[in-house]
């Protein structure tokens, strides 16, 4: 199998460093980069040996016939975009979420299941060595498991204006809740039977439907429960803005937010510090029996490094075949319980799957 043609659309932060990995590893060869905004094309296009620039992706599609689509590009055009990709039968990679409702993400996956494409959802964290280790810590904690986890923005300028665009089609607990909720999934390996969200409208620049504050809570069939928090906007406290904390009968995992930059920081955003184990076994007197544990992760790739990982683990399944049903119905599950998280934010309900 030669190299396969790689379409990049969407050249903003996620776009730019997925491009570069592709551009680094030898199973891809880009062919295109699509961006409605002229600069950020050129300017990627020049840091990558001169590709093709294009603003219209229909017309990159046919002017390419890639073999592979990226789609780095706001949520709302998702649905269309990862359509017309697979249409062209074009394996796809497409940052999350798949799409805006459940049932646009499963006719997705229909499709990528009837065109005998693949079809990866950018969940990084999955790739990440330190959420892998932190997941596999919380699965030894015993049941039930209590994970609280946060990612509140402080944003100003361009950051601020990204989050605003991005309100358009859905709000932070929405739009990075699945990142998390998927983590949980994935720590109890069980069901979750029920969402509660609230929310908050905190600016008259978001739409009047919109709020960009919300915290949901997640209960499982194991009896574990969690709650993800998310905030955008220039009025977002950064006191306690990274929470990454699982507790269970016999102790804690926590990962450390030390060197965390600013919470706009989007490199911060996956860095962690180190990995904090508390035992909670106590001897006779009731004292700890162990102290706790100190795992260092300062080797841990950066933004770039974990989105080379993403498309490593995307080339592998193109080329040996893997099945990844159970990526796609993580993908879709996750999706529809940050959906019910807003629906409960908008009727003041608890949602029951």
Excluded at 16 to 32: C, I, M, N, P, Q
Excluded at 103 to 129: C, F, N, S, T, W
Excluded at 271 to 296: C, M, P, R, V
Aim: charged share 20%; proline share 3%; net charge negative.
């Amino acid at each position: 199998m030669g190299t396969l043609k790689t379409l990049v659309v969407g050249c903003g932060n996620m776009g730019t460093s997925h491009a570069r990995a592709y551009h680094k590893l030898d199973g891809f060869e880009l062919v295109g980069l699509v961006s409605r905004g002229a600069k950020s094309r050129e300017r990627l296009s020049k840091e990558l040996a001169g590709v093709p620039t294009f603003s219209d992706y229909a017309q990159a599609l046919n002017a390419t016939q890639p073999d592979v689509v990226s789609i780095n590009t706001y949520p709302d055009t998702h649905f269309t975009y990862v359509n017309m990709a697979l249409e062209s039968n074009a394996h796809v990679f497409v940052e999350k979420p798949l799409a805006l409702t459940v049932e646009e993400a499963q006719a997705l996956v229909d499709l990528a299941h009837k065109m005998g494409r693949k079809m990866v959802v950018g969940y990084i964290l999955r790739v990440h060595p330190t959420w892998a280790k932190f997941t596999e810590i919380a699965q030894t904690l015993g049941k039930p498991l209590v994970m609280r986890m946060n990612l509140n923005q402080q944003s100003s300028g361009e950051h601020w204006y990204t989050h605003k665009q991005l309100m358009q089609s859905m709000s932070p607990i929405v739009d990075c809740g699945v990142h998390y909720v998927d983590v949980m999934c994935s720590m109890t390996r069980s069901k979750p039977i029920s969402v509660s969200a609230i929310g908050a409208r905190l600016s008259d620049e978001v739409a009047a439907d919109m709020y960009n504050y919300g915290q949901l809570q997640v209960r499982f069939e194991d009896g574990s429960v969690g709650w993800y928090e998310a905030g955008w906007g220039p009025m977002m406290s950064e006191t306690a803005f990274f929470i990454k904390d699982v507790i269970g009968p016999k102790g804690c995992v926590s990962i450390s937010d030390s060197d965390k930059g600013a919470s706009d920081d989007i490199e911060g955003h996956s860095k962690t510090g180190s990995l904090k184990l508390h035992h909670s076994n106590l001897d006779a007197n009731g004292h700890f029996t162990q102290k706790d544990e100190i795992i260092n992760t300062a080797d841990e790739p950066d933004h770039d490094g974990l989105c080379l990982l993403e498309q490593e683990y995307f080339l592998d399944a193109i080329i040996n075949n893997r099945d990844l049903t159970h990526h796609l119905s993580d993908a879709v599950n996750s999706l529809k319980i940050v959906l019910a998280a807003d629906e409960s934010v908008k009727t003041g309900k608890t949602i029951l799957f």
